[in-house]
């Protein structure tokens, strides 16, 4: 199993960063995929959702209304589309994929992609 990010770097505050984090080694279509971050000196917090259709999304309040999570279930990615970037979201960005079923839960992580917004 792999996710692996990529897309992050440094960006100016009010730029834009797409994040992608591509995944094999699992049936990727039926896992709820999730974006967390975590910045220097902070707990790993949630950033975003997108269902296994890709039918429904969930955000932070932090983040509601500048990023927007897509995906596509035959290239087996997930992005995270940045927009009016803060220096407040500076933070390493991690790929979740999580599934919670009869069998029990599924969870996998990603190494995580830097994100620097900085002038």
């Known amino acids: 199993v792999q996710l692996v990010e990529s897309g992050g770097g440094l960006a100016q505050p009010g730029g834009s960063l797409r994040l992608s984090c591509a995944a094999s080694?699992?049936?990727?279509?039926?896992?709820?995929m999730k974006w967390y971050r975590q910045a220097p000196g902070k707990e790993r917090e949630y950033v975003a959702t997108?269902?296994?259709?890709?039918?429904?999304?969930n955000y932070a309040d932090s983040v509601q209304g500048r990023f927007t999570i897509s995906r596509d279930n035959a290239k087996n990615t997930v992005d995270l589309q940045m927009a009016s970037l803060k220096p407040e979201d500076t933070a390493v960005y991690y790929c979740?994929?999580?599934?919670?079923?009869?069998?029990?839960?599924?969870?996998?992580w990603g190494q995580g992609t830097q994100v620097t917004v900085s002038s």
């Open positions: 080694g699992f049936t990727f279509s039926t896992y709820n």
């Open positions: 979740n994929a999580l599934r919670v079923d009869w069998t029990g839960k599924n969870e996998y």
């Open positions: 997108i269902n296994s259709s890709g039918g429904f999304t």
